[in-house]
């Protein structure tokens, strides 16, 4: 029997990918068990800070790689969202940010909005 890896998507709006890299810095030793997506400038970040973790990139949010993750949701490839929010800057592409939550809260998967919402999740995670 062979064992499948849960997987994780990262997603994080410009101001907020700082705080993603040191989120994915502090919880390496635990993401590092799954397999993770990411939009295309999210993604290269944490994975300059943390070459360690399985991270696949899809395009960016704003040309796509929102939806790109939504599918994934859709097709039962991604079991939990984190998505940091600027939810004080303006979002050109805020359907297509809008439709990807939307997705998540259909599939019933695990969303973190912010670090802490995402720090209480990977607490859990230490199965």
């Given amino acids: 029997m062979k064992l499948v890896r849960r997987s994780l998507a990262l997603v994080a709006h410009d101001l907020k990918k700082d705080e993603m890299v040191s989120f994915a810095q502090a919880h390496r030793a635990i993401l590092v068990r799954y397999d993770l997506v990411a939009t295309g400038t999210t993604g290269g970040r944490v994975l300059a800070a ?8 899809v395009k960016s949010g704003p040309l796509g790689g929102d939806q790109q993750i939504g599918a994934l949701i859709a097709e039962g ?12 800057s303006p979002m050109p592409h805020d359907v297509d940010v809008k ?3 939307r997705l998540a809260l259909v599939y019933d998967i695990p969303m973190a909005l912010n670090a802490a919402t995402a720090h209480m999740i990977v607490g859990q995670m230490l199965d």
């Fill in 99 to 101: 439709a990807l939550t």
């Fill in 50 to 57: 943390c070459p360690e973790l399985s991270l696949t990139t």
């Fill in 77 to 88: 490839q991604v079991q939990g969202l984190f998505f940091f929010v600027d939810p004080l």
